[in-house]
């Protein structure tokens, strides 16, 4: 079971997601190989508005065949 609280502070943490304008956020492993690295999208977000701490989740699925 997830936890909703700052692992820094213990406060409550908020849910959301990240968002770009004119770009495209992503996780690229530097384990990946080839000369076209394809990013990971970011699915979730959660932040901590007490002191700032930010967690960012994407689908293992969709990484794991990328690290092969």
């Given amino acids: 079971m997830e936890s909703n609280l700052c692992p820094k502070c213990n406060q409550p943490m908020d849910e959301g997601y990240l968002s770009a304008s004119d770009a495209t956020f992503g996780y690229v492993s530097q384990k990946q190989r080839g000369m076209v690295r394809r990013p990971t999208n970011i699915e979730r977000a959660r932040a901590c ?3 700032g ?4 989740y994407l689908d293992p699925k969709t990484l794991k065949p990328r690290l092969a």
């Avoid at 701490?53 to 960012?56: C, F, I, K, P």
Wanted: glycine content about 0%; some cysteine; aromatic content about 14%.
């Fill in 49 to 51: 508005p007490s002191c």
């Fill in 53 to 56: 701490y930010v967690e960012l």
